[in-house]
């Protein structure tokens, strides 16, 4: 079989299928493979007809229609699949030859491949690639990281089909070693629900304090996307709000409020955990998606346990400047724990990552696209050591200017019993960062009273650990300082 592809992707589900259309859109030649071989016939019969795209039946013709250094993208599922195809791949390719996984995998798995493909003469590159199916098919931001030495056989095309900023930059850029591309996407992920549920609480304040409909509110966020907030999960919110079912009424008041989820989200607040990261928004959004999935829980609830009933009365407009506010500043601060997770991670890894990098990649073609990104992308170009991202001076601005709303809808939400989880979150975590002096005082004592781990003193030096008897009945021996 004569080498005839750039490249080969095998998995032709959304992603896959889109990201193959993408490709030869921009003038690369495509295998396409996959192990049930009917959707391979279907795709070369249906959208990929009389394009630069091969399909094979079989993986070995597959390998054989692939231009050296061979270049595989597995578009299947994470998991068992990706190492499945692994062992498969392996005794087919040669040395120099690379795989990629352009799936949602863990980072743990990624770091692990990277070392094992790379054990066998190959190269691995875990990417992260977002922007659901429009994005794959007309410009994804893809988040490759893993074996350096790949990239520049890999780079000419996902930088040509990732989507662009406005003076032409990819929204692709090497992340750095190891697993961090596929970290990347997973903050990427875990800020996706942060922004999601921040949008989904405004929309409860507006809907049952407020008493806005459908139409008010669509109007409410449409405008919003004209200014500082403007981004796609604003956008799509109007226009889910302005979507009517058959019979007029919006639908998505007819949406069962029960959130499915995939588990990205979900790795991103254990992974904060482990890394000692205060991820509070997100964890936060993670768990309003598990809250609400108790449906029946909650309706049974709702029958005994009460509370006040949401009124309203004051400057309606007023108030949802607040909401903006509110949603404004509470999303500085999930970015803000964002990056410093990424920061952490780089840390504990040893990668070394471009965060004003990360942050364009993010500004066009995935999921959390929006104009704030591009704020974000300044702050880290003119401080690559920024600690936090509410320390710039333009956030920093922002914040203190949006406190007075967001401490209003925070107060007005709780004395009316609407759950504000993440809006709240983040406002905790903002006051908890700038408190010089945190209640820990009182807490090293319950420790050391109860445990004998003792605590450090504000007129000692750092490092040095004292232990009190605190009863008087407890004896002279500490317990061993140690962190996790
Ligand atoms: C993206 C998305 C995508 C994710 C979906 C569903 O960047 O294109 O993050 O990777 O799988 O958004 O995620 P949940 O099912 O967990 O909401």
Redesign the pocket.
Known sequence: MEAISDIGVIGIAVMGENLILNMESKGFSVTAYNRSVDKVEKFVNGRAKGKNIFGAMSIEEFIGSLKRPRKVMLMVKAGRPVDDFIETLIPLLEPGDIIIDGG?SHFPDTERRVKYVESKGLLYIGTGV???EE?ALLGPSIMPGGSKAAWESVKPIFQAIAAKVEDGSPCCEWIGDGGSGHFVKMV??GI?YGDMQLINETYQVMKDMLGMSADDMQKVFAEWNKGELNSYLIEITSDILAFKDEDGAPLVDKILDTA??????KWTGTVALELGVPLTLIAESVFSRCLSALKDERVAASKVLTGPTPTFEGDKAAFINDLRDALYAAKVISYAQGYQMIQAAALEYGWQLDYGSIALMWREG??IRSSFLGKIKEAFDKNPALQNLILDDFFKDKILQAQAGWRRVVAAAVLNGIPVPCISAGINYFDGYRSARLPANLLQAQRDYFGAHTYERLDGPRGQFFHTNWTGRGGETSSTTYGV
């Open positions: 949602n977002s922007g659901g994005g990427h992920n996706e499915g989820q995939k588990g990205t989200g995935c999921i």
